[in-house]
Each structure stands twice: as C-alpha cells, then as structure tokens.
Nanobody, 123 residues
Framework: QVQLVESGGGLVEAGGSQRLSCVAS????????MGWFRQAPGKEREFVAA????????FYADSVKGRFTISRDNAKNTVYLQMNSLNPLDTAVYYC????????????????WGQGTQVTVSS
C-alpha cells in the first residue's frame, strides 16, 4: 500500500519559519511528481508547490513564491517544504501528495495523499 506521512507541523510565530517533511512508501518515489497543498479554515484546498521527479524543476503558487521552497531527497523517499516569513494567512492543514505520469498543479490529478499536518501561525 502507498503511504505518505507528513510531519513538522505545529505553532510558529509570524515572521518565523517551519520545515515540513513527507516520507513516502509503497511506490517508486523517483517516478512520481510530489506536491504540497493546504486547506485553511473556511477555505478550499489549494495548490502550494510541486517538484519534478528529479528535483530539478519546481512550481509555486503566487501566494508563497519567494517565501516557500520545495525540495526532495529521492534516496530518503522524502519531500520537504521550507516555509519562511510566515504570516497568519499561512495557517492551514498542509497535505503531501504524489502524482504518477506527468506534471500538474491540479488537486484532482494527484493519485496519493497524506493525512495532513497542522501549521498554525500566531501574530
């Protein structure tokens, strides 16, 4: 069975940083696109960032561009999301996701999902 497990969420003050991790098992990690999505209270789930199979190409939502960095370590089957300059609008449940066969920022096209990890940014 495919399993994605996020970690690293918690409480952080505005202006601070947080690093999320997602460990994948049950799949060939280097053969999937990895992405991060988030869902804030009262909001729909939205795309945050994605990284290609090799880790060479990345794409970010405008709302996080310049503040967040996605990366992956294929030897560890792990994808990361480094979040800097956090503000309360970044408060959300963050989800790790994997997609077979191709590049996409559309939530419905991802094949596997983690359980989510809560990030709360205080002011």
């Amino acid at each position: 069975q495919v399993q994605l497990v996020e970690s690293g969420g918690g409480l952080v003050e505005a202006g601070g940083s947080q690093r999320l991790s997602c460990v994948a098992s049950g799949l060939t990690f280097s053969s999937v696109l990895m992405g991060w999505f988030r869902q804030a209270p009262g909001k729909e789930r939205e795309f945050v960032a994605a990284v290609s199979m090799s880790g060479q190409s990345t794409f970010y939502a405008d709302s996080v561009k310049g503040r967040f960095t996605i990366s992956r370590d294929n030897a560890k089957n792990t994808v990361y999301l480094q979040m800097n300059s956090l503000n309360p609008l970044d408060t959300a449940v963050y989800y790790c996701a994997a997609k077979r066969r191709g590049y996409s920022i559309r939530m419905g096209e991802y094949d596997y999902w983690g359980q989510g990890t809560q990030v709360t940014v205080s002011s």
